[in-house]
């Protein structure tokens, strides 16, 4: 009744007619024909009976009562079904400004942000001088980790987390299970790495969250990291993928020195090994 009382009959597209109305909004009358149900079935939503819905009339009158995605699939999980994914609210759109903000804020730990098929949308200095992120590569996180030699040199253990890392891969997918751009991204990696291939055959899947690494840095040696995945909930096609020194190995006095002029200075250029 609120959602109903929001939308004006103009912005509903039906004619004003300049009469004043008792209520504002739309009556439960005008709501049903415009999402195509019958006049009492609405009035029996609208009071939370006991009766059949289906997601295509939940989305008719979802989309009479300008609904945002949030509201959408609240709307389905009232009616007792399991809710459509989270789609980005236009309102949400131009967040990577902020975020950015926020990954740099990280600084001098390497965060970086990317997008459900896990290409790289932002990053901080951190992961250009740790993780080797660099314009000239496949900004794509699961390829660049089966494709980058000067990743794959720093990786120690790089077999040990490969199977966790496609595993994850396919956690993902299975979340948007026709979506091609998930297609397009698995299919390059299998064209680019027998190793890949090898892995995404055995159907493994596993939930993103935190993962252990040990990198050898070129400068600075040895570096131990818990990678942290998160979502963000007002824009549920990102993730920001925030790495953390591990306490008592000296790694966060290495980060800080690479973060410092002399540091930058040496790390200017990333090599192997």
Not at 95 to 123: K, S
Not at 239 to 257: C, F, M, N, R, Y
């Amino acid at each position: 009744m609120s959602r109903r009382a929001r939308v004006t009959p103009v912005e509903a597209g039906l004619p004003d007619g300049g009469a004043r109305r008792r209520t504002p909004g739309l009556r439960r009358e005008e709501v049903a024909v415009l999402a195509g149900v019958g006049v009492s079935w609405y009035q029996w939503l609208e009071q939370g009976r006991d009766i059949t819905v289906s997601p295509q009339v939940l989305d008719s009158v979802g989309r009479v009562l300008k609904l945002s995605s949030a509201e959408r699939r609240h709307l389905y999980v009232l009616a007792g079904l399991n809710p459509p994914p989270a789609e980005v609210d236009p309102a949400s759109q131009d967040m990577c400004e902020g975020l950015q903000r926020l990954i740099n804020a990280w600084m001098p730990f390497p965060a970086h942000i990317m997008d459900r098929y896990w290409n790289t949308v932002r990053y901080n200095d951190a992961a250009a001088m740790v993780l080797a992120m660099r314009p000239e590569i496949v900004q794509n996180c699961l390829i660049a980790f089966f494709t980058d030699p000067i990743y794959r040199s720093r990786a120690q253990g790089w077999e040990a987390i490969a199977h966790h890392v496609v595993a994850q891969y396919r956690a993902a997918c299975s979340e948007h299970p026709d979506d091609d751009g998930f297609r397009a991204v698995v299919e390059e990696a299998q064209e680019r790495s027998p190793e890949f291939t090898e892995l995404w055959a055995r159907r493994d899947i596993a939930p993103s969250g935190q993962v252990r690494k040990e990198l050898e840095h070129p400068v600075v040696g040895t570096l131990f990291v818990e990678s942290t995945n998160l979502r963000v909930p007002a824009r549920p096609d990102l993730s920001i993928v925030l790495h953390t020194p591990l306490p008592d190995t000296g790694t966060e006095a290495k980060l800080q020195w690479l973060d410092s002029p002399e540091g930058r200075r040496g790390s200017m250029y990333p090599v192997p090994g």
